[in-house]
């Protein structure tokens, strides 16, 4: 509801909106901004193939590729591989799906959304949420496709995998907005993403085992083991990989226990959501203010 008062300056009466219609103008437009990102970029099948045929396509030829090469117990690569196929789907979708807020500016939409009387925070909200539904949906076909042809088993389990599956698509989104906010061109944003997000992915356990370095162990192997110990993909990864039945244990393989991948995953969540709110309340170069 409305409350009128004066407004000193025009002399006439001017409504102000009262605290539950500002809270419910936000909710509704968190909820726009997120279904707005999912009809556009399920419109789009040459986003949708790209970003699920590509991690699919890796998968098969690494997979096999490296079959004979991969020493990890009884395991094959295809099934080391898969929780790291996973995060790679997560990735792709959602830092392709925050390239929007680029287009966006470049269109003029996001400045039609920054004179609307919601906060600004909602912006960040909405694209978090509309981008984080998209790459989990992926991968959650992903994941059916390798359950349906048996690479994955039946167990309850599962149900944690999807629930830390929701929780990297919604951390990795958010990296996209703090990433995206401030850039003026996608080459500018691809640029970023080949340099910190694709390291990022590599660096994490995905393609191969996180090496224990010992005392003889060389200077190299130590800056690797702590590089990809202190990245919070090793933690998504190896959460996945516990959960799917596919942890190699290994006195020259290090992996982070179940509850410290959890405990990382919602860490890293809570700070990335931080971090966009706090670049998206920034006006960036030519926003209105």
Not at 2 to 7: K, Q, R, S, Y
Not at 16 to 27: E, G, K
Not at 161 to 167: D, G, R, S
């Amino acid at each position: 509801m409305a409350t009128t008062v004066v407004d000193y300056q025009q002399g006439q009466p001017a409504d102000v909106p009262s605290p539950t219609l500002v809270r419910s103008n936000a909710l509704a437009s968190v909820w726009m901004l997120a279904w707005r990102e999912w009809i556009r970029f399920f419109r789009q099948r040459n986003r949708v193939i790209g970003a699920l045929g590509q991690p699919i396509l890796f998968w098969l030829l690494f997979g096999t590729g490296m079959h004979s090469a991969f020493r990890g117990g009884d395991q094959d690569f295809m099934t080391y591989y898969l929780p790291g196929t996973i995060a790679l789907i997560l990735l792709f979708t959602a830092i392709f799906a925050t390239i929007s807020i680029i287009e966006d500016r470049r269109e003029g939409f996001l400045q039609n959304v920054l004179v609307a009387p919601v906060p600004r925070w909602t912006i960040a909200a909405g694209k978090i949420l509309g981008g984080g539904a998209i790459a989990w949906v992926q991968a959650m076909i992903f994941l059916g496709l390798a359950l349906a042809v048996g690479s994955v088993p039946l167990t309850a389990s599962l149900l944690g995998v999807v629930l830390m599956m929701a929780l990297a698509a919604l951390a990795l989104t958010a990296l996209g907005v703090f990433f995206a906010w401030p850039m003026e061109s996608t080459q500018g944003f691809h640029a970023i993403m080949n340099l910190v997000l694709m390291p990022l992915w590599l660096l994490s356990g995905a393609f191969f085992p996180i090496p224990q370095p010992n005392g003889a162990s060389p200077v190299g192997q130590w800056i690797m083991h702590w590089l990809m110990r202190l990245n919070p993909m090793s933690y998504m990864i190896a959460g996945m990989r516990r959960m799917l039945g596919a942890a190699v244990e290994s006195a020259e393989v290090w992996m982070p226990s179940l509850a410290a991948s959890w405990l990382v995953t919602c860490g890293f969540l809570l700070v990335t959501c931080w971090l966009a709110a706090r670049v998206v309340l920034k006006p960036a170069k030519g926003d209105l203010k």
